[in-house]
């Protein structure tokens, strides 16, 4: 059964700009204190933020503030460009980012990295590795680089579902010839708030 925070966003639940004003702080307080357990860090360089609900608003609260954006159709864009970054209830979705502080090493390093979006799994403990969709929005690759940034949908089976809202434990991690790390297993806080996502 999809929960309230797996249902896409409508205009009517976003705050207007001048609303938005007076309230930023505090959602943006509530918004950060809610992403400290949805962001898995993978190895020195990469980090898995997982996004939901409550991600996206914020997120589009922001373009909007930024573009100051009051129009049906301009929120409408905004709304469909954020809107497929909410889970489904039976997958995690992440957006995927490289980084390195100096510039120079980020550029020799996304060099190396190329195809690393498609590299990257998790794998809920008795199942097999789950490989994830990327890009389904656009391409992000090119032949001389990849992107310090990746949109990542991977999706679970039934069984697996199951386990992780019996409490099996969560594994992540990537496997690139440049770059193999792994996470086994990630935070029991972050398990909780990733099993949220699951119907």
Do not use: C
Not at 43 to 56: A, C, I, K, Q
Not at 61 to 71: C, G, K, S, T, V
Not at 80 to 88: C, E, F, K, T
Not at 134 to 154: P, Q
């Amino acid at each position: 059964m999809r929960t309230e925070t797996m249902q896409k966003l409508t205009r009517d639940q976003l705050m207007p700009l001048e609303q938005y004003a007076k309230q930023r702080n505090d959602f943006r307080a509530k918004v950060m204190a809610h992403k400290k357990n949805r962001q898995v860090q993978i190895g020195p360089h990469v980090t898995l933020y997982f996004e939901d609900r409550l991600t996206m608003h914020y997120q589009v609260q922001e373009m909007l503030r930024a573009e100051r954006i009051f129009e049906e159709a301009g929120i409408e864009d905004e709304l469909n460009a954020y809107n497929p970054m909410i889970p489904d209830g039976s997958n995690w979705k992440a957006t995927f980012m490289i980084e390195y502080g100096d510039e120079d090493e980020r550029r020799v390093a996304l060099g190396k990295l190329i195809g690393v979006e498609h590299k990257v799994w998790v794998q809920v403990a008795g199942f097999a590795k789950v490989w994830p969709i990327a890009d389904e929005d656009l391409e992000r690759t090119t032949e001389e680089k990849t992107s310090s940034v990746h949109f990542l949908r991977f999706e679970l089976t039934p069984d697996m579902i199951k386990a992780v809202k019996s409490g099996a434990a969560i594994n992540m991690g990537i496997e690139h010839p440049a770059y193999t790390h792994s996470v086994s297993p990630v935070s029991e806080a972050t398990r909780a708030a990733l099993t949220q996502d699951l119907a």
